[in-house]
């Protein structure tokens, strides 16, 4: 009989090793389609590990000594994050710890002298601010739902959670847009936009840093994928349908609309959470007994 | 394993061109040629380039930019000279203010020719230069080695 801290440990230690991999294949396929959909051939599906190869190859110049600190914290806490995440951990630690590792790219921004680096920065904690409520009601409704923080319990509580938070859902995926970097709200750093401001949080960055900025970001795709898997938890099927049907709908969006400015990313965002999350909440509060089992 | 010929970033500068070269520059990356397909960006920020595209002449005003944009590249970099202005000043060599070519102020690893240069010869012209990208490369690593050799840090 396999003890259920085996298991977790066990999907922890799966996702550190496998989540890079798979985060790289998804922003290749990414940039696949993406080329596709603007009428280009588009790089080769494995092009996201020759780039993070590529900056492991190169002279890493560093503009303060504090960046390598604060570029790795943020890929350590990212990888925490994940872990605790897909080990089963609790949500709210889950969310403290993405927070943070989020914190510690904008500190590292700000460690340079570069004013882009530095609208970056301001650009990233804007976003933070943007996408945090949302964030949390996605936690505070699944715990309304399954009576439980714990993602192990949220998985296996065998409720069709969708169904109870089908406005935390959509408001989720529009915070998906910011965290994705997908246009129209990537504002501190894009994957399009090369030569514009908007590349403004990795200025600084070049080499092994720019490399470990990637493959942190890997990890964060992967992580925010589990995220939408928890909401159909009770079909491992429909949930991995409804994980490629919001990634196309994200790369959609990020093709077919243009940048907003901060001012509406943040009053968006925040319209959104207080709307759709809210309500959504309220209802499920008010009609407890009614709806739920 | 090498990648970096597989994932080769650019930074375009015009120095002082007649725009002529960087409309062809930037054709490149339009959907008929699609340099995207190589892996090739064109990055704003020549802190994340590998390849230095300069089109146009040096002038006394801009020789300063070159010169420290250049600088800013993280070793193993190649810089390509676009153009015949690039080369030489072109038509304008004569002009008070133009210092001449690109390999004036910086070395310059590859030219490629043309009024205006065409897409198809520049995509070449990277190419090329992504040769000796790659010998840079393997030069750096050597260097690297013996100066770690003789810290006694490694081997």
């Known amino acids: 009989m396999i003890t259920e801290p085996v298991i977790s440990l066990v999907n922890a230690v799966l996702f550190i090793l496998l989540a890079p991999l798979a985060g790289g294949l998804i922003a290749g396929i990414d940039r696949k389609v993406t080329a596709r959909m603007q009428g280009r051939v588009g790089p080769p599906v494995l092009q996201p590990f020759y780039d993070v190869g590529k900056l492991f190859e190169k002279e890493n110049m560093v503009v303060t000594v504090t960046q390598h600190f604060y570029v790795l914290s943020y890929l350590v806490f990212m990888i925490v994050a994940g872990a605790l995440f897909f080990s089963g951990g609790d949500m709210l630690l889950v969310i403290f710890a993405f927070t943070l590792s989020h914190i510690f790219l904008v500190l590292g921004a700000y460690a340079s002298y570069s004013p882009y680096s530095h609208i970056g920065a301001e650009r990233e904690l804007i976003q933070i601010i943007a996408y945090e409520p949302m964030i949390i009601f996605t936690a505070v409704g699944m715990y309304m739902v399954t009576q439980s923080f714990n993602v192990s319990a949220i998985v296996n509580s065998g409720i069709p959670i969708i169904l109870y938070l089908p406005g935390v859902f959509i408001g989720y995926l529009i915070v998906l847009t910011i965290k994705l970097r997908k246009s129209p709200f990537d504002l501190s750093t894009s994957h399009h936009a090369h030569q514009e401001i908007v590349k403004g949080v990795t200025t600084d960055f070049s080499g092994s840093n720019l490399g470990k900025i990637e493959i942190a970001h890997w990890y964060e795709y992967v992580f925010l994928l589990g995220v939408v898997y928890l909401f159909f938890g009770f079909s491992p099927v429909i949930a991995v349908a409804a994980i490629i049907i919001a990634y196309f709908l994200e790369i959609l969006i990020d093709n077919t609309i243009s940048r907003v400015k901060w001012q509406l990313t943040l009053r968006s965002a925040w319209l959104i959470a207080g709307t759709l999350g809210i309500v959504n909440l309220g209802v499920l509060y008010y009609l407890k007994g009614v709806i739920m089992p | ?155």
């Open chain 2, 1 to 155: 394993m090498t990648y970096l010929k597989k994932s080769p970033w650019v930074i375009h500068y015009d120095a002082s061109s007649c725009n002529g070269c960087d409309i062809e520059v930037l054709a490149a990356l339009t959907p008929v040629y699609d340099v995207e397909r190589f892996g090739i960006i064109n990055t704003g920020n020549p802190k994340h380039a590998d390849i230095f595209l300069v089109t146009g002449s040096v002038n006394e005003q801009n020789k300063e930019v070159v010169k420290n944009i250049y600088e800013q590249i993280p070793e193993p970099k190649v810089v390509v000279a676009i153009g015949i202005c690039a080369a030489s000043g072109g038509i304008f060599r004569e002009c008070y203010n133009v210092l001449g070519g690109v390999d004036k102020v910086i070395p310059v690893d590859v030219f490629v020719t043309g009024c205006a240069a065409r897409p198809e010869s520049i995509i070449d012209g990277v190419v090329t230069a992504l040769g000796i990208l790659e010998t840079k490369r393997l030069a750096m690593k050597e260097k690297g080695n013996e100066t770690m050799d003789k810290s006694g840090s490694a081997v």
